[in-house]
């Protein structure tokens, strides 16, 4: 459907009463009229809709916001928001996706849209509106995505004067991925402490982002312990199996052992080949030539790089021939977890015992997610 020429019939037909349009052609020219920021359609469509007697769904009011966004108009997007909270229906992140994109856009004036936003937001919630923490996590969320961390602090501070239900796991997800990018670990520990403080349940993304946190800031000893109690977490929350992270930061766990010559990159690579659909062989090429071979990769991006059909070979090339002396089957030794003596003399039957008691310590976040007396406060 082209727009102009949809605009024209509808100014033209529809709204004299000439033609009474379906409920699924309402739809298509809501989309369009979102699209083209054209709020005058779209609130047409809605008074032809509600003249039907149709039950309007987030759909639709996804699509109105994303209209007056596309206008240019924030407060009225953002009431629309808070229309849905009153109509009883589910805001969430994906139903502020557009109002994200549209807050981490780069502005033309001096002043920041995420503050706009939040500032609206706190004219509505003066006015006795039920503003959803959802809303404000958009906030945040762009803030970072902009590189003020800083600015997201300061609306996640002021966040319970505006949502009254407070802060939520994404809520922290969110600010994990700025301490991520800006590799503040202690900051991030704050964060976890908060979680921890307010009784919150971390979920996938939340150990997925702890562990980069971690990784970022060069300490692979507390990386490998957030993976280990989220691999335990999972197990005994009745779920069907463990957490588990996203299968790049899964790789760039493995490679950081490997760099490190730490030889629990062999249970991980396990955890990675069971869990993972089509695991990259090239990650696995990368452990057996460190433990079995001495070949140390220079950088992650390597992992992954090559074909599944190149880097077979490649391995087949490499490890197919054994010299005498050698070990007959490296890929056979990792499959069944051996890896030997490690830097120290440590066995990984000593390295998974040890697991096993982190594992059997570990409540929710309480053992890990802690503040040490130098982190400041925020």
Not at 4 to 27: D, F, H, M, N, R
Not at 202 to 212: A, K, Q, S
Request: glycine share 6%.
């Amino acid at each position: 459907m082209k727009f102009a020429e949809t605009s024209l019939v509808w100014i033209a037909q529809v709204q004299p009463g000439y033609l009474k349009p379906g409920t699924g052609t309402c739809l298509h020219v809501l989309t369009l009229a979102s699209r083209h920021g054209d709020i005058q359609l779209a609130t047409d469509v809605f008074r032809v809709l509600t003249e039907r007697g149709t039950t309007f769904t987030s759909q639709h009011y996804e699509l109105l916001i994303s209209t007056y966004l596309n206008a240019n108009d924030l407060q009225a997007a953002l009431s629309v928001i808070l229309i849905m909270v009153d109509s009883n229906l589910k805001v969430n992140a994906g139903t502020c996706d557009p109002l994200y994109w549209y807050l981490s856009a780069k502005s033309h004036d001096d002043d920041s849209r995420p503050m706009q936003a939040f500032r609206h937001l706190q004219d509505f919630e003066t006015s006795g509106r039920k503003v959803p923490a959802a809303a404000v996590n958009a906030c945040i969320k762009a803030s970072i995505a902009n590189k003020r961390l800083e600015e997201g602090i300061e609306i996640y501070k002021a966040l319970h004067t505006v949502s009254h239900a407070g802060p939520n796991t994404e809520t922290f997800n969110i600010l994990f991925q700025g301490c991520h990018r800006s590799a503040r670990k202690e900051l991030a520990m704050f964060f976890a402490n908060e979680m921890v403080k307010l009784g919150l349940k971390p979920d996938r993304i939340t150990y997925d982002r702890l562990i980069l946190v971690c990784l970022e800031s060069g300490d692979l000893e507390d990386a490998l312990l957030y993976y280990e109690e989220m691999r335990s977490t999972g197990a005994t929350t009745g779920k069907k199996g463990p957490l588990k992270p996203r299968r790049k930061t899964w790789e760039t766990l493995i490679h950081r052992c490997v760099l490190k010559g730490d030889e629990r990159a062999v249970a991980l690579l396990k955890d990675y080949k069971a869990s993972v659909e089509e695991p990259r062989i090239a990650v696995e090429r990368a452990v057996i030539d460190r433990f079995e071979y001495g070949i140390i990769p220079t950088h992650l991006a390597e992992i992954g790089r090559a074909t599944p059909e190149q880097t077979a070979d490649a391995v087949k090339d490499r490890h197919g021939k054994p010299e005498a002396g050698q070990t007959p089957d490296a890929d056979s030794e990792l499959s069944e977890g051996r890896s030997g003596a490690g830097p120290e003399g440590t066995s990984s039957s000593a390295n998974t015992e040890t697991g096993t008691q982190r594992a059997e310590t570990v409540d929710g976040l309480s053992q890990l997610m802690r503040v040490s007396k130098s982190t400041k406060q925020y």
